[in-house]
Each structure stands twice: as C-alpha cells, then as structure tokens.
C-alpha cells in the first residue's frame, strides 16, 4: 500500500454542513482518497438515520460522532442502534464514567452486525480540543489538560474504549502512556497558515502524525476550500510525508 494510500485510511473529513447534496458531493469528490467520513449532530439531525444508511451501503466508512452523554442505559440503547447501522467508529464522552464506557460497549457488542462490519470502534472523548484552562476552571477542573486527558483515556480503556478522541498536543502522553493500538483521533488539526476558526489546542497534520495519532478529523480547512479534492490531497501528502 502506498504511504498516501495509508494515510487516506488515517483521514477523517468532518462533514460538518446541515446540506444533503454538498455532503454527498464532499462524499463523492474525495471517496477515490480512501478517506473516512464524520457525521455529526449537524448532519445527523438534517439527514436522518435513513441517509446515513444509504451512504455506509455506499461505502462510505462513517465515524458517527454524537458524542453520547447520559446514563448508562440510554448510552448503551444509543449504541445498539449506531451499531445496527454499520457504522465504522462512534463516541461517548469519557466524562460519562467507566460505567457508562462499559454500557457502551456491550450495545455495540450485542448489536453488531458482520455483514455490516462488525462491531464498531468505540472511542471516548477526553477533553474538546476548543477546551482552554479558562474553560477547564470554567467546569471545576484542575489546570493541566494534559493530566486530565491521559487520566481519562486510561479510565476509558479499562472500560472497553478502543481509544480516544483527544487533541493533537496530548497524543504524545496518550500514545505514550496507552501502548501502541490504541486508537487515538485528534480533531483541532490546521495546515500551516490556515484558519485557526474557533480551535484552540491545534496541530498541523504532520504534527499530528508525528505525535502518534491514529487518525485525523480534519474539517473546515477542507469543507472551506475552494476545491474540497484539491486540499484534501495536500493534507494526505503532508501526512503521507510524515508516516513515511
Ligand atoms: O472544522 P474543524 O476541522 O475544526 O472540525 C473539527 C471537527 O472535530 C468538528 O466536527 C468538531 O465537532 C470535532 N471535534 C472537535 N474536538 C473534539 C471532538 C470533536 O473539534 N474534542
């Protein structure tokens, strides 16, 4: 497999837009990338379960990411359905606790479909990458993201989380403290020179892979693009040069 093969497989692209047919057209302009897909509660709530069945049928490998957040027993029903769906990878909020990861992870288990798949990746999310110290003194956290991220992946793990959903700047300790398969998707990433938007512990891609991350969710620096195609390539090779 080439190196941008390899890293088509490591690119998540946020198709953050409430649109059926620009998220179609961002699916169709970079599917021959071998890239994966994000949908989130934007698209989610303006397409409906429905389209997103048809587009996983289509090939798309899609990264369901709504973040669920609740007692253990709605998070496990949820996951039971994201898991109905074929989709790839979906999340949970590791501050849910590890009672809830555990719920998780036993609806994806119970609902996994192998012609769909299989059971899908559960990843917890640690901390939001738009989280400053302000915003952690804001919620009653101690300063230190990075000690509350590695605290929560370990926590998530134990739980059954296949990984993490954390910022570039803490995939170092993360990967250092997880071992090497754990799973680990950092969103906040920003080719040199682009627009920060409302990120705030940010990467660029090759930092990204260069602190071990899995896999990248890349969004506005690609959706925002005069040619979608066109920056997402450039992101691959930037990553691609990384890996190899
Ligand atoms: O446009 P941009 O590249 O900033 O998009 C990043 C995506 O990653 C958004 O869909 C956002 O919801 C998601 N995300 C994030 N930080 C997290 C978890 C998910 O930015 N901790």
Redesign the pocket.
């Known amino acids: 497999m080439s190196d941008l093969a390899k890293a088509g497989e490591r690119l998540i692209l946020?198709l953050?837009t409430p649109e059926l047919p620009e998220a179609r057209e961002f699916i169709h302009s970079t599917q021959h990338l071998g890239i994966r897909y994000?949908v989130?509660p934007e698209l989610f709530l303006a397409a409906g379960p429905e389209w997103l069945d048809k587009v996983i049928r289509q090939g798309a490998r899609v990264f369901l990411?709504l973040?669920f957040h609740d007692i253990p027993n709605t998070v496990e029903q949820a996951c039971r359905r994201a898991a109905g769906w074929g989709v790839w990878m979906c999340n949970v909020h590791a501050l849910g606790g590890a009672e809830m990861i555990r719920r998780a992870r036993a609806g994806l288990e119970e609902a996994a479909d192998p012609r769909r798949g299989g059971r899908p990746l559960l990843l917890a999310?640690?901390?939001?990458?738009?989280h400053d110290e302000k915003a952690l003194s804001e919620i009653g956290l101690a300063p230190g993201t990075e000690g509350h991220v590695v605290r929560l992946a370990k926590m998530a793990k134990s739980a059954g989380a296949d990984g993490v959903?954390?910022?570039a700047l803490e995939a170092a300790a993360v990967r250092k403290e997880l071992g090497p398969d754990f799973t680990i998707v950092t969103?906040?990433?920003?080719p040199a020179g682009a627009d920060v938007?409302?990120?705030v512990r940010i990467s660029t891609p090759a930092g990204a892979i260069k602190a071990g991350a899995s896999h990248l969710?890349?969004?506005?620096?690609i959706?925002k693009a005069e040619k979608p195609a066109v920056a997402c390539r450039v992101i691959l090779t930037e990553m691609a040069g990384a890996l190899g």
């Open positions: 946020a953050d994000k989130g990411d973040k999310v640690t901390l939001l990458t738009s959903v954390c910022s969103p906040g990433i920003r938007n409302d990120q969710v890349v969004g506005r620096p959706t």
